[in-house]
């Protein structure tokens, strides 16, 4: 019976631990991820601040003109002009990776077979999430990424040459923000 209850017992606990395991992973957020969000966050904040001050400055630019309209010191009041807040920035829910994919833009680069580095895992990204799949992420630009690429430049109406550059990075971005 204790041991039936132990049993029991590693069960949940494997359990919980299981749980809280896969939680842990399905949030994790890569520093660059983190950054950027913080970033946006402060910068949403920023704008706020900013409309709430062109609305207390407008405010106190009509009484004025209204005070100087009363006194007589001026026959016609000052005509206000009123512009509208800057609206938010536009957000997608693949930021960090349309901002990496546009440093590959900035920096000019070209990836073919053989190609090595986290900059190709910014494509196998990408890849993954075009082809909803879960492929790993090797930062190796093998036969395998360079039939993907291929692929996804016929679907774009590339020219499908198995390379990524500045065009293929600019549709993998488009693409991205299409998605939301």
């Known amino acids: 019976m204790d041991n039936l209850k132990f049993a029991l ?75 509208p807040a800057p609206t938010q920035p536009v957000t997608y829910k693949n930021q960090s990776l349309i901002n990496e994919l546009q440093n590959l833009i900035t920096n000019n680069v070209l990836m073919k077979l053989k190609s090595r580095g986290t900059r190709v895992g910014t494509v196998q990204n990408f890849l993954n999430i075009y082809n909803n799949t879960s492929d790993k992420v090797d ?3 093998g036969t395998s990424t360079q039939k993907a690429v291929t692929a996804f430049q016929k679907d774009q109406g590339l020219n499908a040459d198995g390379e990524a550059g500045s065009g293929t990075f600019n549709k993998m971005i488009s693409w991205l923000k299409k998605q939301g």
């Open 9 to 83: 017992f590693s069960v949940v606990v494997l359990g919980v631990l299981g749980l809280i395991a896969y939680w842990s992973i399905s949030t994790l957020q890569s520093g660059a991820e983190f950054a950027a969000s913080q970033k946006i966050g402060q910068l949403q904040k920023e704008n706020e601040d900013l409309a709430k001050q062109l609305v207390d400055l407008t405010e106190e630019l009509k009484t004025l003109s209204q005070a100087q309209s009363i006194e007589g010191s001026i026959s016609e009041p000052i005509p206000v002009t009123v512009t």
């Open 139 to 141: 930062n190796d630009y």
